[in-house]
Structures are given as structure tokens and as C-alpha cells.
């Protein structure tokens, strides 16, 4: 089975973790930020697709990270897009 990591363009995020990294949406290339939970994500499934909240499909399953549920709290306002 195919897995997806949704994720945010970066230029989209008002708000940023501590610990997170930048990649590529795989269909479109801006630049995304990914979450702890997501780097964990692509940890555990190698071949994981990052898609940006734009391309994503809108209607397909979806389920939160492994703790992604906690990451809002642990993040704080992005400055200077």
C-alpha cells in the first residue's frame, strides 16, 4: 500500500516547530515543512511520498502522524516569511 505524508508549504505555515526540516512536495516542488512526526514517518516507511496540502487528494483516508496531535502545542509563531 502506497503511503502519503501530507504535509504544509512552507510558505502557508504561520506557525513552525523547533525540530522540524524542509523537503519537496513530490508533484509540485515547493518546499514543505515536516514535523517530527512526519520525520519519523519517513523513518519507518523509506519509499513515503511527501505531498503538499495543495496536491493532496481531497477525499482519500487520512490519519494523524504518530504524535502529531501534541505538535501545535510544541510550535510558535513563524517570523519573517
Given at each position: 500500500m502506497a503511503v502519503d505524508l501530507i504535509t504544509m508549504r512552507l510558505a502557508d505555515m504561520t506557525r513552525v516547530h523547533p525540530e522540524q526540516i524542509t523537503g519537496r512536495c513530490?508533484?509540485?516542488q515547493h518546499e514543505v515543512g515536516i514535523y517530527p512526526s512526519g520525520q519519523r514517518v519517513m523513518r519507518a516507511r523509506p519509499h513515503v511520498r511527501v505531498v503538499c496540502q495543495v496536491c493532496m487528494t481531497p477525499g482519500k483516508p487520512?490519519?494523524?502522524?504518530p504524535g502529531a496531535e501534541y505538535e501545535?502545542?510544541?510550535s510558535r509563531v513563524r517570523h519573517g516569511k
Open positions: 513530490a508533484l509540485c487520512q490519519t494523524l502522524a501545535p502545542m510544541q
